[in-house]
């Protein structure tokens, strides 16, 4: 069965930059899209950033769009995900997830989304932006 590891994650100063990786592992089947979604204390699960492996077309949130990249290597065993220009409303835990089948990045990064739409989560990883 698919396991999704983030890791990198930790604290920073406003305006400072934290690049997160995620292994994937197990998926026999291979996968489609990978997501990063982040929550604060208090607050719903928001989806950052998705691949689509199809055509590697990436799609953001718009709070994070042009300072956050999400990217994979050449196996696309790990996803990554390089944050700049870091604010305090970026504190959260970061994780990473995938679906059994195909599912829509764009829907994704639209607004805030369950932990039932998608099989395969990490535990995740706290970023921590704070003067």
Same mark, same amino acid.
């Given at each position: 069965?698919?396991?999704?590891v983030?890791?990198?994650?930790?604290?920073?100063?406003?305006?400072?930059?934290?690049?997160?990786?995620? *292994?994937?592992?197990?998926?026999?089947? +291979?996968?489609?899209?990978?997501?990063? !979604?982040? &929550?604060?204390? $208090?607050?719903?699960? @928001?989806?950052?950033?998705?691949?689509?492996?199809?055509?590697?077309?990436?799609?953001?949130?718009?709070?994070?769009k *042009?300072?956050?990249?999400?990217?994979? +290597?050449?196996?696309?065993?790990?996803? !990554?995900? &390089?944050?700049? $220009?870091?604010?305090? @409303?970026?504190?959260?835990?970061?994780?990473?997830?995938?679906?059994?089948?195909?599912?829509?990045?764009?829907?994704?990064?639209?607004?805030?989304?369950?932990?039932?739409?998608?099989?395969?989560?990490?535990?995740?990883?706290?970023?921590?932006?704070?003067?």
């Amino acid at each position: 069965e698919g396991q999704l590891v983030e890791t990198g994650g930790g604290f920073v100063q406003p305006g400072g930059s934290l690049r997160l990786s995620c *292994g994937a592992s197990g998926f026999t089947s +291979g996968y489609h899209q990978v997501a990063w !979604f982040r &929550q604060a204390p $208090g607050t719903e699960l @928001e989806g950052v950033s998705c691949i689509d492996f199809s055509d590697c077309e990436t799609f953001y949130t718009d709070s994070v769009k *042009g300072r956050f990249t999400i990217s994979t +290597g050449s196996d696309r065993n790990t996803v !990554f995900l &390089q944050m700049t $220009g870091l604010k305090a @409303e970026d504190t959260a835990i970061y994780c990473c997830a995938s679906g059994a089948s195909p599912f829509p990045c764009q829907v994704v990064v639209a607004g805030p989304i369950s932990k039932r739409a998608l099989e395969y989560w990490g535990e995740g990883t706290q970023v921590t932006v704070s003067s």
